[in-house]
């Protein structure tokens, strides 16, 4: 076992990982940082973020609208202070990465372009046509590699936290390369790892998006905050799940049923298709329950209709989803509309922390979909995600140096680390069980998508938390066909699943306690809005018999909540 | 989602353990059904016949490129790539080349990460600029020019079916192509500093076109590397080596330096019709610098000569007008030398009112074909290759003699790569009676580069084992044949080299394909 130092450890490369290493970087050249993932950065899933990025930039739009259209969206859960914060810092990153390089779509006179966005009263989305992801990690990535004092560590997979006395002390990981655990002293930990709708069957996520960091910071003692809270993007492309981007209905693209009707007039009136995400989820769900969906040979599926916008429109503003839908569902939206279906897509839950992003245990932070600062509440606008990932990454980095210019490193236990390197190579690769991977992992997959879907009841969410349980117990006896060191992507597979049905059980669980409606989290038994009751976070605590479920306020400054209509 | 089973395909999957350090094959059959990708069918494989496979996959919408991998010898990548797509009952699944295996279809791609640590990937701007709180300006049209090159997901796979990459001073498609990205962004100021990374190793590129060809996102990298030279020609911070081709042609048109009146020495006493003294024939046949300078070459000139004759073509030569096609020059940059040299021999054509040009280097056949000024003038262009297979085929031709030798075919880049002409130079071959035709691995669209393109024939200094020519000499080697036939006098003159260099000369003959023809006639 060898041992690494740095004075800050960042967990996860994709755009809050990577911003947080910048910004920690730059606060000052003493500081010594550390960024280990799990895939090479540029492999992260940030690169599918498509439409845009929300940031106030001109006339006519304001902090104060921004931050409303936010709190509205977020179904009156989002932390009113974090979210005013957030609004403020947003333009400065939008500047951030067009100095550094990032190929904005620009307005006829050469501005950074905006294009209107659900849930948004200005089009404050700054784009990249519709690889907007892509090219902020492309150009993060860049300015990362021209900073001196950032190492990365690429294909290390992070198993656990070394935490003494509630204070983080460095971490565990594996390196690929080698399969050996190693074991890294830091003064702070920044848990950017994005989300885990992995645990879905239809997701518009990565294979890699497993919420490891979710987890581990979970099993080491913080809290998972709001993680019945999960997003379904309307717009996933049928068959494979694959994110279409909801700046396609941005740029004046329709939603039609069987009947070839709008039907988001009945749902949306006003906004239409530029309706939140979760509405419109809901109404498209409500279509295919109802038997107005077109049927094909993946299952039911709504039309999204780009065929009015033009060839030209489409190449300039949506050349990605115009090839994803040619290469992966043999559709040209030029010719046809796209089949799409609501997709998970989004965790607005995860780590718990205050509007530092300092969790509760002392030097650890966590930015970006890991996270829960709470920005998004019950439900995340589009483009607010990123703007996210960049304002509270960048946080995380400033956060997490200057906390580690005032802490000395302190001895990680030894004892934890060989533990861990038991738990993993005798426990898990070594144990001769008879569950394999697939199995667990489809079964859990399918559980979360017919229990855990859109539409709730307390019966379903029941049963779907027996199940859970159920494979988790058949977990124990798991058995890694590959007994190998270097790449053992079967050891990691088994490692993920690990995590994911963690991750799975918590949300359940918080689910089934909130019987009220708000958001994303619909319970058809439980159908309206209770602030009386349920204006609060949930946070998830870990225990061995399950998560304990706390709750703490949440945080109001100008907006009381009021009925949510668009 | 079960939609019906469409076919069984067989994946031979080409295996690495890095325990035992053994390479291996296992063989497995997937159902395939619509919809499938390749990286889809490696996954039916780790989930249901074997949980010891490793691959890597991530985003499956062809954007985070971490699944490229060899299909059939091509490099793709699998998430981008439906199974039903490619036609076939069996694929054989390698890991991406040019790269260390690490296990099975995973390679070690940190050769090429490292390639960017050599270059600033991020605006190069005074200080004080880049404190400004508003955003620089950039016109649309300014926007347009970078977007194309800035689509790269950096999948390596450019990197891994490149011939100038073997050397690790090269920069690599990838990083040259995000250097120029950054040179030619209008809002960067760093062109001098991006130049000078390049100015050292840039002229390794072949131009080839693999990266182009290959590339899952359409980046023209190989254009880019030619338009990043030509700004270095600009600043004249060029290698003696580069610089004493440009000077050669500007002054002799020619790239060997050899004087313009010594150009027909090759045709003494061959009698053939030449310009002034003719000024019409059914065909021109342009002759190219290399085969009328060179004695070796000559050869090859001399049994183009039989065979025109032979076919009873009405030919003739431009003489000492025939200037170099400019190929080479336009690759190396020098934009300018190569328009003087394309019209003056456009002038020619016209004056000569060429109906039908033959050519017998495939790179004079591109630039006819495919390059401005003289692609404006819809030449009839063909590549002497053209002309035989057909006439072969139309029983014109036929070779009488037989050749009992093991031969493989090794396709000239603008040949193939470039202009898809892969099957007449091989239907040829075959039609010669006693020739056992057998294939490189790397062939047709895969074939990898002999290392004399964009002037690497006359630059290389290269240590031996990085040129790409001693690399593919030694894979016709391993196949044990006697006879590297290829169709291009500049793939002659590499892959010779490299038989001297190697000391196989008494093993293995490079031979023109006009050379074997004329042999058997």
Same mark, same amino acid.
């Given at each position: ?15 809050? +990982? ?10 000052? @050249? ?22 845009? %990025? ?60 905006? #294009? ?25 990535? +860049? ?36 399969? @050996? ?28 998006? %497993? ?14 905050? =709001? ?19 909801? +700046? ?81 569902? +043999? ?102 069980? =008879? ?10 997959? @399918? ?75 619909? #319970? ?19 225990? #061995? ?9 949440? %945080? ?11 | ?14 295996? /690495? ?101 050599? $270059? ?45 990459? $073997? ?27 991006? *130049? ?12 080839? !076109? ?20 030509? *700004?270095? &020609? ?43 003294? &003719? ?40 003489? !000492? ?126 074939? /990898? ?31 044990? &044949? ?25 093993? $293995?003959? &490079? ?11």
């Amino acid at each position: 076992m060898e041992k690494f130092t740095h004075d800050i450890v960042i967990v996860g490369a994709g755009i809050a +990982g990577l911003r947080a290493a910048i910004a920690a970087a730059e606060a000052s @050249k003493e500081i010594n940082v550390a960024v280990i993932s799990k895939i090479y950065p540029v492999r992260s899933h940030s690169v599918c973020a498509q439409g845009g %990025t929300a940031a106030v930039l001109r006339e006519g739009d304001s902090y104060d609208l921004h931050a409303w259209d936010t709190v509205k969206g977020a179904d009156f859960l989002a932390d009113q202070d974090v979210v005013e914060f957030f609004v403020r810092r947003a333009p400065q990153e939008i500047i951030n990465l067009e100095h550094w390089g990032c190929p904005w779509s620009r307005t006829e006179d050469g501005k950074i372009n905006q #294009r209107p966005f659900g849930g948004h009263s200005f089009p404050r989305a700054c784009f990249a046509a519709d690889m907007t992801g892509f090219h902020e990690m492309h150009t993060l990535y +860049g300015k990362a590699k021209t900073l001196e004092n950032i190492t990365f560590y690429d294909e290390w997979f992070v198993t656990s936290l070394l935490v003494e006395d509630n204070t983080a002390v460095g971490l565990t990981a594996i390196e690929l390369k080698t399969g @050996k655990l190693q074991a890294f002293k830091a003064k702070a930990i920044v848990m950017a790892t994005g989300g885990y709708q992995r645990i879905y069957q239809f997701t518009t996520f990565s294979h890699t998006a %497993t919420g490891d960091g979710m987890t581990i910071a979970y099993r080491a003692g913080a809290p998972l905050k =709001d993680m019945e809270f999960v997003q379904f993007h309307p717009t996933g492309l049928v068959p494979p799940g694959v994110l279409i981007t909801e +700046g396609a209905r941005g740029e004046g693209g329709y939603l039609l049923n069987a009947k070839g009707e709008r039907f988001m007039k009945r749902y949306a009136p006003e906004k239409m298709e530029l309706a939140p995400r979760d509405i419109i989820a809901r109404a498209e769900q409500t279509e295919i329950n109802e038997g107005r969906a077109f049927q094909g040979p993946y299952g039911p599926y709504i039309a999204l209709d780009l065929r009015h916008l033009g060839e030209e429109k489409i190449n300039e503003r949506l050349p990605l989803i115009r090839d994803v839908a040619i290469k992966l569902a +043999g559709v040209d939206p030029v010719e046809e509309p796209i089949p799409i279906r609501p997709a998970a897509h989004y965790a607005m839950g995860g780590i718990h922390v205050n509007i530092k992003t300092e969790s509760p245990i002392a030097g650890l932070y966590a930015a970006g979909e890991c996270s829960c600062i709470s920005v998004h509440g019950a439900n995340r606008l589009g483009t607010n995600s990123t703007a996210d990932c960049l304002v509270f990454g960048a946080v995380s980095g400033e956060e997490a140096a200057k906390y580690a210019l005032s802490k000395s490193f302190r001895e990680i236990p030894k004892d934890k680390v060989l533990e861990e390197e038991k738990r993993i190579f005798d426990g898990i690769l070594g144990k001769e069980g =008879d569950e394999k991977v697939p199995a667990i992992r489809d079964e859990m997959r @399918k559980i979360m998508n017919d229990k855990v879907w859109i539409f709730r009841t307390g019966e379903e969410l029941q049963e779907a938390l027996k199940e859970i349980r159920k494979l988790r117990k058949r977990f124990e006896n798991i058995r890694v066909e590959d007994k190998g060191g270097a790449f053992n992507m079967g050891l990691i597979e088994v490692l993920q699943l690990d995590f994911t049905l963690e991750l799975a059980e918590v949300t359940v669980v918080s689910a089934l306690a909130r019987t009220e409606s708000r958001g994303a989290h619909y #319970r058809l038994d439980y159908p309206k809005r209770d602030d009386k009751n349920w204006l609060k976070h949930t946070l998830a605590y870990y225990t #061995r018999e399950g998560p304990r479920l706390e709750y703490i306020p949440v %945080t109001i400054t100008k907006w009381t909540p009021t009925e949510r209509k668009y | 989602m079960s939609t019906k089973v469409e076919k069984i395909v067989e994946f031979e999957i080409h295996r /690495f353990d890095p325990e035992t350090k053994r390479r291996y094959v296992s063989t497995y059959k997937v159902p395939i059904r619509k919809g499938m990708t390749l990286l889809d069918a490696l996954m039916y494989i780790r989930d249901n016949l074997d949980g010891t496979l490793a691959f890597r996959s991530s985003c499956r919408m062809g954007i985070c490129g971490s699944c490229g991998i060899q299909v059939n010898g091509k490099p793709m990548l699998a998430c981008y790539t439906q199974v039903l797509h490619l036609n076939a009952d069996k694929l054989v699944i390698e890991p991406l080349q040019n790269f260390p295996v690490i296990k099975d279809l995973v390679v070690d791609i940190e050769p090429f990460f490292g390639t960017y640590e050599r $270059i600033k990937s991020v605006l190069i701007k005074p200080e004080e600029e880049l404190k400004k709180s508003v955003e620089f300006i950039q016109l649309p049209k300014d926007l347009k020019k970078i977007w194309d090159l800035a689509l790269c997901t950096k999948c390596g796979i450019c990197y891994s079916s490149c011939p100038a990459a $073997i050397d690790e001073r090269f920069l690599g498609p990838s990083t040259l192509t995000t250097n120029y990205r950054f040179i030619i962004d209008t809002r960067d100021e760093g062109a001098e500093e991006r *130049l000078k990374v390049t100015a050292d190793n840039i002229w390794l590129c072949t131009s080839c !076109n693999s990266c182009t060809l290959f590339c899952p996102k359409e980046v023209d990298a190989s254009s880019s590397v030619v338009e990043e030279r030509s *700004l270095i &020609v600009e600043t004249g911070n060029i290698p003696r080596t580069v610089m004493d081709v440009l000077t050669s042609v500007m002054r002799y048109h020619n790239p060997m330096g050899r004087y313009p009146t010594k150009r027909m020495e090759w045709a003494e006493g061959l009698n053939i019709k030449t310009y002034p003294n &003719v000024n019409k024939a059914d065909v021109l046949y342009f002759v190219c610098c290399l085969t009328a300078y060179d004695t070796r070459h000559q050869e090859i000139a001399k049994s183009m000569v039989s065979l025109f004759n032979r076919l009873g073509i009405d030919f003739a030569v431009l003489g !000492n007008e025939e200037w170099c096609c400019g190929d080479h020059i336009l690759r190396l940059g020098e934009k300018g030398l190569f328009e003087e040299l394309a019209e003056h021999n456009v002038s020619m054509f016209k004056k000569f009112e060429a109906n039908k040009i033959v050519t017998l280097s495939p790179h004079c056949y591109d630039a006819f074909k495919n390059q401005k000024p003289y692609s404006d003038i819809g030449l009839n262009v063909q590549h002497y290759t053209q002309l035989l297979a057909d006439a072969i085929e139309k029983g014109k031709l036929a070779p009488s003699k037989p050749i009992n030798k093991k031969v493989t075919y090794h396709d000239p880049c603008f040949l193939g790569k470039r202009n898809g002409i892969f099957e007449e130079p091989r239907k040829i071959l075959e039609s010669i009676k006693g020739l056992e035709l057998v294939e490189m691995k790397r062939n047709r669209e895969n074939s /990898f580069c002999c290392g004399g393109g964009a002037g690497r024939v006359w630059t290389e200094d290269a240590p031996v084992e990085k040129r790409p020519c001693v690399n593919r000499v030694k894979e016709a080697l391993d196949l044990g &044949v006697e006879v590297i036939a290829t169709a291009c006098p500049f793939c002659v003159s590499t892959l010779e080299d490299a038989t001297k260099v190697l000391d196989v000369e008494n093993k $293995i003959v &490079v031979k023109d394909i006009a050379e074997l023809v004329k042999e058997v006639l």
